[in-house]
């Protein structure tokens, strides 16, 4: 399952990101989105757990908890039938449980 974490601080980096998932279960890919001018992070991030279990229970625990600062939101990420967005493609991983 992928998931969507955003409101994160420009200072937290993918290993911290990462540590706080594997809490939870295997971490399949952690990708902090950055600012391709910049190189500074745009404040969101996803990360890719292989078990639904352990990914709805990050997502419960983590959802709202204070991190350097500021509250994150975690959810699952949807893509809109139709919807083009070439970095997404969480179609065909999420039937394995």
């Known amino acids: 399952m992928k998931l969507l974490i955003r409101n994160l601080d420009r200072i937290t980096t993918e290993a911290e990101l990462q540590a ?8 399949q890919s952690c990708s902090l989105v950055m600012d391709k001018e910049t190189g ?3 404040g969101f991030a996803f990360v890719e757990m292989p078990k639904i279990g352990e990914a709805k229970a990050a997502m ?7 991190v350097a600062g500021n509250k994150i939101r975690v959810k699952k990420t949807d893509v809109a039938p139709g919807a083009s967005n070439s970095t997404e493609d969480s179609a065909s991983d999420d039937t394995n449980e």
């Open 20 to 27: 706080m998932f594997e809490t939870h279960g295997k971490v």
């Open 60 to 66: 419960q625990a983590l959802n709202g908890l204070k």
């Open 40 to 42: 500074a992070s745009k």
